[in-house]
């Protein structure tokens, strides 16, 4: 059974960091792309960032330059660090590894997601 447990959000001031940590069970870490997704209030989730199996990392527009995807194979554990925070951040974060090795696969299972709120 595969399971994602992310941790790691809070309330934080604008300006401000968070690492996010999914930890992932019930699926080879290694064969899959994982990916960090984020859903606003009121609004459709979206892709913010992605890491490939051939280490190729991807970043939505919105966050490249102060999001940073880390994936630690031995603890099968996916991060995103977070730096400058803005609070158009504000959303529930979920990671979710993709059908296969590549960031443009699909994907299927979700984790519970962890909030993340910044104030202005």
């Known amino acids: 059974e595969v399971q994602l447990v992310e941790s790691g959000g809070g309330l934080v001031q604008a300006g401000g960091s968070l690492r996010l940590s999914c930890a992932a069970s019930?699926?080879?870490?290694?064969?899959?792309?994982i990916g960090w997704f984020r859903q606003a209030p009121g609004k459709e989730r979206e892709g913010i960032s992605c890491?490939?199996?051939?280490?190729?990392?991807y970043y939505a527009d919105a966050v490249r330059g102060r999001f940073t995807i880390i994936t630690d194979s031995a603890k099968n554990t996916v991060y995103l660090q977070m730096n400058r925070l803005k609070p158009e951040d504000t959303a529930v974060y979920y990671c979710?590894?993709?059908?296969?090795?590549?960031?443009?696969?699909?994907?299927?299972?979700w984790g519970q997601g962890t909030q993340v709120t910044v104030s202005s």
């Open positions: 890491s490939s199996t051939d280490g190729n990392k």
């Open positions: 019930g699926f080879t870490f290694d064969d899959y792309a």
């Open positions: 979710a590894p993709t059908e296969g090795a590549s960031c443009a696969e699909g994907v299927i299972y």
